[in-house]
């Protein structure tokens, strides 16, 4: 993978701005699209992942910093630990998964899923709005 290459996906992981769209789905679709494989794509698209769930937790952390305490570092620590792991083989099963099948049911859950909350909406049963 070049650097050109990883700017195309990067500018392609930019359409998860719109709301509604997953940051992973537009970085392996922009990555697919620019020639990766899909295993390529997805593991790209999840290392693309770390620096932007790093900043956001450290963001998180440092805006309510007047709530914690050092009393709090053990439970982080446990968090940090458990998520770690849940995440690893999440991500280990997701990539081999995709190696080896299409987007198509992810696509039609969106589908389902988009057509659910306009229903919902339009029904006044929920309301969506921040």
Known sequence: MTALDALKVGIAQCFALIPGTSRS???I???MLFGLSRKAATEFSFFLAVPTLVAAGGYDL???RALLSAQDAPIFGVG???SFISAFGVIRWLIRYVATHDF???AWYRVAFG???LLTAWAGWLDWRD
Request: no cysteine.
């Open 80 to 82: 940090l630990v458990v």
């Open 115 to 117: 057509l659910l909350v």
């Open 25 to 27: 789905g537009a970085t």
């Open 62 to 64: 440092l805006k309510n």
């Open 29 to 31: 679709i922009g990555g």
């Open 104 to 106: 198509k049911p992810f």
